[in-house]
């Protein structure tokens, strides 16, 4: 792409993790992750708290970054931040932090869509891996959001399908929440189904139309189902933990494969990226790399730390718009609501 060093700082606040990264061009020197233990107490995330310990966190996660990139502040080229989607309380931390800096330093600021970085976190320099080729599908699976994306170009993107309501990752943590599992559950439904037999319950797919997704459905049989099992038997859940895992496991990457099998038949692309922190689930990974096997995909898997909410996504983000000149201005404001080509 280009000979020269630019060094970008990254900065991502758009939920419960404070992150800052420093790329040189498409290398990461550095991507320090602060993570919010306070919200397991509660279940879930808490906005409010959520935007409370980013303050906290901003100023020492970047400094930290810069010190671990081994990178001076006045050496760098641009700053790029998360401008949205998000909880907006933590967006505007992320946010105003970044415009701060860039007008101290007088270097170019860079708005990124959380989307888009989900996507191209995959072109992030990673020792021999190749990204995708374009155009390619795009699956994004995470807490907040569930999305099949065309990608035929870096910047043009169209999104397939979506999620009509609940988000997989939160279909995930709130089956384990129905199990009496901590927060967050969903890792912990990946680690006992590993152990369970996927055909041991049965639970119904939802019938969506096209490449969207639904989930509240299927969250609502889970429920009854517990309460059922749990009026016959009390230590129901305790005593099947593993199956009852597995199975649920099951039917949410039956629903994810069915609708990428769709919509690769639809598009007849066949190289297919995902992105998110559900792309962190054994299970997800399993069926895709059978999926290269069976049906002649290419699939490409983001390293663990790329997955979850991090800053040296936004960082490559940040880069590829370096290099387009395409800045924002201190007038930019945080957006909660942020759809990919908006």
Request: hydrophobic share 40%; aromatic share 8%.
């Amino acid at each position: 792409m280009t000979d020269k060093k630019n060094y970008i700082l990254a900065i991502e606040s758009s939920c419960d993790d404070t992150s800052a990264a420093v790329l040189c061009n498409t290398k990461v020197l550095s991507n320090v992750v602060a993570t919010q233990e306070i919200h397991r107490q509660y279940g879930g995330v808490v906005p409010e708290l959520a935007s409370r310990a980013h303050q906290q966190n901003i100023v020492p996660v970047v400094h930290q970054a810069l010190a671990k990139a081994n990178i001076d502040k006045k050496q760098l080229s641009a700053i790029a931040f998360t401008r949205g989607p998000g909880l907006m309380g933590s967006l505007l931390v992320g946010t105003s932090f970044a415009k701060s800096l860039a007008l101290g330093l007088n270097i170019p600021l860079i708005e990124v869509n959380h989307m888009e970085a989900h996507i191209l976190a995959h072109f992030i320099e990673d020792g021999d891996k190749t990204p995708p080729k374009f155009p390619f599908l795009g699956m994004t699976i995470s807490g907040g959001h569930t999305q099949i994306v065309k990608v035929c170009d870096h910047f043009d993107m169209e999104i397939l399908g979506e999620t009509l309501d609940d988000a997989v990752g939160e279909a995930f943590d709130k089956s384990a929440k129905l199990m009496g599992l901590p927060y967050p559950g969903g890792p912990l439904v990946d680690k006992y189904s590993k152990l369970g037999n996927p055909n041991a319950f049965e639970f119904p797919k939802p019938k969506v139309d096209g490449l969207n997704f639904s989930f509240s459905g299927l969250k609502t049989s889970i429920l009854y189902f517990l309460q059922r099992e749990t009026q016959k038997n009390p230590a129901f859940v305790e005593e099947n933990i593993n199956d009852i895992c597995a199975s649920v496991q099951y039917t949410i990457l039956e629903i994810l494969m069915d609708k990428l099998t769709l919509a690769v038949e639809q598009t007849g692309i066949q190289e297919i990226a995902i992105g998110g922190g559900v792309a962190a689930n054994s299970g997800i990974r399993a069926r895709l790399k059978e999926a290269e096997e069976k049906m002649g995909w290419k699939t490409y898997i983001p390293k663990f730390e790329y997955c979850t909410d991090n800053a040296a996504m936004i960082g490559i983000v940040g880069y590829l718009k370096f290099l387009k000149g395409d800045f924002t201005n201190q007038s930019v404001a945080a957006k909660a609501r942020y759809a990919i080509g908006s």
